[in-house]
T-cell receptor, first 113, second 111 residues
Framework: DVKVTQSSRYLVKRTGEKVFLECVQD?????MFWYRQDPGLGLRLIYF???????EKGDIPEGYSVSREKKERFSLILESASTNQTSMYLC????????????FGPGTRLLVL | EDQVTQSPEALRLQEGESSSLNCSYT??????LFWYRQDPGKGPEFLFT???AGEEKEKERLKATLTKKESFLHITAPKPEDSATYLC????????????FGKGTKLSVKP
């Protein structure tokens, strides 16, 4: 079974803090994705990566950066957290081919005070 | 612009009352349509992938079908444990593996 894990289930941070969210997958998938999910807005893609050290902007990259130093690990960084970044953050991974299923982690619920 | 629309937004059923959820889409070239189930506070759980019109897939009480414009998730004789939000997503031909998600249908099944 594909397993995607996220470093934290719940996080509480202060405005202006630097926040790191980590995601690890164990299926040797090439693609990894970061989404945020908000009520009424659905899932929105923040960043994705097709390979180690490669990254591409999604639909809402502002205020975020990512890092992929190893194939299995994809980190989302909030450089200076703001209250409007309070959300559910979901990581996903898939094989390299188009048309392949994305498998999701359990999510991290982030509250920025 | 590519779009994915799910209806209804919410659906309440009695246990055993069969129904269908709809996902309509407009993309330039469909690479795949995906159904997920999401329980509160958890990540989406993969259910089905459909690739071409006429394709059908089944799993227990769930059956997914696909036409050129929409997909249906049929739920036969649902049980309370089927209560969840069901998400539909499509991959457009030009999107390099990126998915466009609908906003989901929240299903409640009462005993």
């Amino acid at each position: 079974d594909v397993k995607v894990t996220q470093s934290s289930r719940y996080l509480v941070k202060r405005t202006g803090e630097k926040v790191f969210l980590e995601c690890v997958q164990d299926m040797d998938h090439e693609n990894m994705f970061w989404y945020r999910q908000d009520p009424g807005l659905g899932l929105r893609l923040i960043y994705f990566s097709y390979d180690v050290k490669m990254k591409e902007k999604g639909d809402i990259p502002e205020g975020y950066s990512v890092s992929r130093e190893k194939k299995e690990r994809f980190s989302l960084i909030l450089e200076s957290a703001s209250t409007n970044q309070t959300s559910m953050y979901l990581c996903a991974s898939s094989l390299v081919f188009s048309g392949e299923t994305q498998y999701f982690g359990p999510g991290t619920r982030l509250l920025v005070l | 612009e590519d779009q994915v629309t799910q209806s209804p937004e919410a659906l309440r059923l009695q246990e055993g009352e069969s129904s269908s959820l709809n996902c309509s889409y407009t993309v330039s070239g469909l690479r795949g349509l995906f159904w997920y189930r999401q329980d509160p506070g958890k990540g989406p759980e993969f259910l089905f992938t459909l690739y071409s019109a006429g394709e059908e897939k089944e799993k227990e009480r769930l059956k997914a079908t696909l036409t050129k414009k929409e997909s249906f998730l049929h739920i036969t004789a649902p049980k309370p444990e089927d209560s969840a939000t069901y998400l539909c997503a499509v991959e457009d031909g030009g999107s390099q593996g990126n998915l466009i998600f609908g906003k989901g249908t929240k299903l409640s099944v009462k005993p």
